[in-house]
């Protein structure tokens, strides 16, 4: 008698799940003919893959610790139709490297990139050793509320406090990744976690608002929020203004907000005069201006995304023809951003060591928060792409 293997069929695909009990986000598994290497997928899967970062916003993808630097930028690259094969050549990372270089930059700490894949860039806390980075060590310093926000949390709250007390902590800076100068923002953004904290250190985000609101993450969580969402929480009125309202970002924006300080939930600035003359600026043309839709349509989903940078915004233009100058601009824009990150909108990715989180830069916020005590280290992998594609509201 023939035997019958009775074995389940396991099909060689990749897999998409949901993360359950989280405002946005999904895992993905993949097929084992990729060699853990999810920018080696083939057209069926990789379809599969771009549909869930789109409808799911957020990406997860565990156990990428060799996930090497070539691969995270071809897999970057790959989610942006705009890009053809004879772009190739001039693809460059979602900022200008002479801007970003700039002393004046908010983004200059953002500068170390990996030599044989610049479009990689090299974020975390210490000193790390590779030869990736160059012959000498690169020191590395986490981004903290403390050099952004115009009023800080007590230090003692925040740094080597007692055993059993939990530190205090506040998200940075809400923005998509954009220079929004020149070059239009990327599609998506891939941030691979090599080192970072433990699961079980915590830190308590204070918001600092009426309400009280906290946040209890994982160290340096990175966080995010949906667009779609913040157009959902507008009322009827706000959502028909805000699909016909366009935003202009300041020429060179990081550098135009350089003396400036944030509010305490990093949404936008606070209004105190002190940007930059616009003739302070490094040369700038006015053709390069970044005047965009507020409301971007998300091509998968269909849903309207309320996108912005808070801290950059510059001018509002209504549909009625008012121009809303910098400090009615962020008022207003602040007004339409606050609700969605309230603690139960914001999926605080914690992290293990080697996951990818890739996300749809098109359709989220996110922010990393936290900081760190003396000795303490994280590192990881960034890339994203300027795009040929001018964000739509349809």
Request: hydrophobic content about 35%; some cysteine.
């Amino acid at each position: 008698m023939t035997q019958i293997d009775t074995a389940p069929i396991v099909e060689d695909k990749l897999t998409v799940t949901p993360l359950v009990g989280k405002p946005l986000g999904c895992k993905v598994t993949l097929p084992s003919y990729c060699e853990n290497d999810p920018s080696k997928l083939n057209e069926q899967d990789h379809k599969k893959l771009f549909e869930a970062v789109l409808t799911y916003l957020v990406v997860v993808i565990p156990k990428m610790d060799n996930f090497s630097p070539n691969s995270q930028y071809n897999l970057t690259r790959s989610f942006d139709y705009s890009i053809s094969q004879k772009d190739l050549s001039k693809v460059s990372y979602g900022h200008e490297d002479k801007i970003l270089a700039n002393d004046k930059s908010i983004l200059k700490r953002d500068l170390i990139t990996i030599k044989q894949q610049p479009e990689v860039h090299v974020l975390g806390n210490g000193q790390w050793q590779d030869k990736k980075y160059g012959d000498d060590p690169i020191d590395l310093k986490h981004p903290t509320h403390f050099t952004f926000h115009k009023d800080t949390l007590p230090k003692e709250k925040c740094f080597n406090v007692p055993e059993g007390e939990i530190p205090w902590t506040r998200f940075y800076r809400w923005h998509i990744d954009s220079a929004l100068y020149k070059l239009y923002p990327p599609m998506i953004t891939t941030l691979l976690g090599l080192k970072v904290p433990p699961k079980e250190k915590k830190q308590l985000v204070k918001y600092d608002d009426d309400e009280g609101n906290e946040l209890l993450v994982q160290q340096a969580a990175t966080c995010f929020v949906s667009g779609a969402n913040a157009f959902d929480l507008l009322s009827e009125e706000d959502k028909e203004l805000a699909l016909n309202t366009k935003v202009m970002y300041a020429p060179h924006p990081y550098i135009y907000i350089s003396n400036c300080k944030a509010t305490n939930d990093g949404l936008t600035m606070v209004n105190e005069k002190k940007e930059l003359a616009l003739d302070e600026l490094p040369p700038w043309e006015e053709e390069h201006i970044m005047k965009l839709p507020l409301i971007w349509t998300n091509p998968v989903t269909k849903k309207h995304h309320l996108q912005v940078h808070g801290c950059c915004v510059y001018k509002m233009f209504l549909p009625d023809g008012t121009v809303l100058e910098l400090e009615d601009a962020r008022k207003l824009i602040y007004k339409w951003m606050k609700p969605a990150i309230a603690p139960q909108n914001v999926y605080a990715h914690e992290w293990s060591d080697g996951e990818l989180c890739v996300f749809f830069n098109r359709g989220v916020w996110h922010s990393v928060s936290g900081q760190f005590d003396d000795g303490e280290k994280r590192l990881c992998h960034q890339c994203n792409i300027a795009s040929n594609d001018i964000p739509k509201t349809l």
